[in-house]
């Protein structure tokens, strides 16, 4: 499959990322203004979306599948499927 010319992906979805992005900012700024905001400054939550913000400034491509990681639980080989109830 051939990929979407960048100037038609950027017509096709600013508004979408624009929306998305105004949306965070909020969110942010709800956290940043909430009582005692400085005792979640370090909450792994906060932390990953910080690191997840740094990585959509990298250019370099595989933003989406970095930032999956990110949210991801690390692989574990004892793992055990959870059972019904």
Request: charged fraction near 30%; proline fraction near 6%; avoid cysteine.
């Amino acid at each position: 499959m051939t990929p979407l010319p960048a100037a038609k992906a950027l017509d096709a979805y600013f508004l979408e990322a624009r929306s998305k992005l105004l949306d965070l900012a909020g969110i942010l700024d709800r956290i940043g203004r909430g009582a005692e905001a400085g005792a979640v400054g370090q909450d792994p939550r906060l932390t990953n979306i910080r690191q997840a913000l740094e990585i959509l400034q990298d250019v370099s491509g595989g933003r989406a599948e970095r930032v999956q990681r990110l949210f991801s639980l690390g692989y574990e080989v004892g793992w055990e499927r959870p059972k019904p109830r």
